[in-house]
Structures are given as C-alpha cells and as structure tokens.
C-alpha cells in the first residue's frame, strides 16, 4: 500500500511541475514588443504633410517584413520606397505633392522575437508638402496603441506585450492545455490505486 502512495504523490507532483512549466513559457511567448510612439503623434495636427513618418518601438525591430500604408482621404497611397529601420525607429518616406487634408498610417514589422506586429495612426496636416510655414520637424511624438487608432486630440498607452490578441489567446491555451494533462494524469493515478487495491485483495 505504502508503494501505491508514494507512486500517486510521484504522479500528483509531476502533474503540478509539468502545469507550472507550461504556464511558465505562456508570458514569454507572449510577451512580443510594442509600439512606444509614433510620429507624427495620433491625432496630431501638424502646419505641412511631413517627409516621412515613423514608429518607435521597445526593441529593436527585424530588418525584413515591413511595410507602411501612407493614405489621404482619398485613399490615395502616398508611401515612397521602402522601410528604413535605424534601431528601434522604422521609417517611411512619403511622396512629393502630398495634399493636405487628414492622413492614416499603417504599419506592420516583425518585432525582435519573429513576431509580426502592426497597428494604425492618424494625422492631419494644414498644407501640402513644400507648401506652409512651419517644419514638420516640429510635429511631436506621442503615444500610440499597438493596434488601432485613438480619438484626435488624444493619446492611448502603448500595450505592454505589442500585439494583444496573440497574448490573450496563448495564455487561454496553455491553461486549457494544462488543465487537460493534470485531469489526465489524476484519472490515471487513480486507476493505478485501485488495481494496486484490486491486487492486494
């Protein structure tokens, strides 16, 4: 009887371990890197469209797999050549004779660990490009969401883990995956006790 204890506590402890190890490797999995800030600032308003814009993010982003949408209201795409990647700051050069008028950017990199992640921005600008008063070095750089767009005029808090719905669905995973293994090994420890209590009657 005393062997059949020790094997069912072998069996429960070994459930817990392999539980905490699997839950363990979720937030990692998870955790991908983020959009800090954009420029021009969500729901900026800036005096002329600017030479380019670009997103900051938490880590160094890869150099393959980027893209950015630049488009008018129109629908008009006013991107110019490629992504530059300089760090942790992807750029993207726009188009001579950008209007002026309201404008949304979406980007989409492959973060630090493979993952890919994108999100969206939105600014305004008074003039055309080349046409007004003010730098558009004078646009400032404000928070942006991972995904999605704020309201004008304000500013959203970056998303701690870059792309949240991939968080959310992993975590959900894993926990269904480890509740799984410990139902099965406790369905499986109790049949090893009652054959063990089956064989000594």
């Not at 950008?98 to 989409?108: D, H, I, K, M």
């Not at 493979?114 to 080349?130: D, K, Y």
């Not at 509740?179 to 090893?192: E, I, K, N």
Request: with cysteine.
């Amino acid at each position: 009887m005393g062997s059949i204890r020790r094997q069912l506590l072998s069996f429960v402890l070994g459930s817990f371990i392999c539980a905490a190890a699997v839950l363990g490797l979720a937030g990692p999995a998870a955790a991908h890197d983020a959009a800090e800030s954009s420029s021009p600032a969500q729901g900026a308003s800036v005096a002329v469209v600017p030479e380019q814009v670009s997103v900051t993010f938490n880590n160094n982003p890869l150099g393959i797999g980027s893209s950015f949408s630049v488009k008018d209201a129109a629908g008009t795409e006013w991107a110019d050549g490629t992504v530059e990647i300089v760090d942790n700051v992807a750029s993207q050069k726009l188009k001579a004779g950008a209007p002026a008028g309201q404008y949304t950017v979406a980007w989409r990199v492959v973060s630090s660990d493979s993952h890919p992640i994108e999100g969206t921005f939105s600014f305004t600008a008074a003039a055309a490009a080349g046409g007004a008063a003010t730098s558009a070095g004078t646009t400032a750089a404000a928070t942006v969401p991972a995904i999605g767009t704020a309201q004008p005029g304000q500013t959203a808090a970056p998303e701690s883990t870059g792309s949240g719905e991939p968080f959310q669905w992993s975590i959900v995973l894993f926990a269904a995956v480890a509740v799984g293994l410990l139902a099965t090994l406790a369905f499986l420890a109790r049949r090893r006790l009652a054959a063990g209590r089956d064989d000594e009657g």
